[in-house]
């Protein structure tokens, strides 16, 4: 069993900046990517930030050159760092891992529960 939980969302002006954590627990053998999702109320669920087991990133378009995706694997967990917020960033934030589990040994997709992002204009 696997646990992945989020951590620092909140209430933010334009312009400002949060970091987001996410960290995985339980039977772990070795995590491959790592990806935040965000969904508006009345949108569906799209791709952020994605990070591969080696450290390749990926951006959806928005939010290149303003938010940083980065892992850290002794931790099993996964950061992103949000700057220069805008109002249109305002979302539930997701984290998804693939993950190799030890028991009963194989590869599944595990999501936290999410963390609301809000940005005041």
């Known amino acids: 069993q696997v646990q992945v939980v989020e951590s620092g969302g909140g209430l933010v002006q334009a312009g400002g900046s949060l970091r987001l954590s996410c960290v995985a627990s339980?039977?772990?053998?070795?995590?491959?990517?790592m990806s935040w999702y965000r969904q508006a109320p009345g949108n569906q669920r799209e791709l952020v930030a994605l990070?591969?087991?080696?450290?390749?990133?990926n951006y959806e378009d928005s939010v290149k050159g303003r938010f940083t995706i980065s892992r850290d694997n002794a931790k099993n967990t996964v950061y992103l760092q949000m700057n220069s917020l805008k109002p249109e960033d305002t979302a539930v934030y997701y984290c998804?891992?693939?993950?190799?589990?030890?028991?009963?040994?194989?590869?599944?997709?595990?999501w936290g529960q999410g963390t609301q992002v809000t940005v005041s204009s």
């Open positions: 990070i591969s087991s080696g450290g390749l990133t």
């Open positions: 339980g039977s772990i053998r070795s995590i491959n990517e």
């Open positions: 998804q891992m693939n993950v190799n589990t030890i028991v009963p040994g194989y590869l599944g997709s595990y």
